[in-house]
């Protein structure tokens, strides 16, 4: 049972943008509308680290190493959080993934980034 989806990954050369979209499919709306949300990154060796939040009423905050690059969002109609990546760097790959801040669901799969130098 898949409760958050995250796309939007690829292969991309320093420089580019994308937008990756995650998904809560079994949430309701009631219960996504006030959560935090986050997306996080993780690459091969080394544990998850936190990117991005976004607050119930839009507020967000980023880790300085995205700061003025990233930018994320919400569609609580749609139960989906975005993170439009620009300006990326090698250093930027990784796996990215979403959920809750707080009481988040089981991880889903994450999606692939990769920027090539």
């Known amino acids: 049972q898949v409760y958050v989806s995250e796309s939007g990954g690829g292969l991309v050369q320093a420089g580019g943008s994308l937008r990756l979209s995650c998904k809560f499919p079994?949430?309701?709306?009631?219960?996504?509308?006030?959560?935090?949300m986050a997306w996080y990154r993780q690459v091969p060796g080394k544990e998850r680290e936190w990117v991005a939040t976004i607050g119930s009423r839009h507020e967000s905050d980023y880790t300085d190493f995205v700061k003025g690059r990233f930018s994320i969002s919400r569609d609580n109609s749609r139960k989906t959080v975005y993170l439009q990546m620009n300006s990326l760097k090698p250093e930027d790959t990784g796996v990215y993934y979403c959920n809750a801040l707080t009481n988040p669901v089981t991880w889903g799969r994450g999606t692939q980034v990769t920027v090539s130098s």
């Open positions: 079994r949430m309701i709306t009631s219960t996504f509308n006030p959560l935090a």
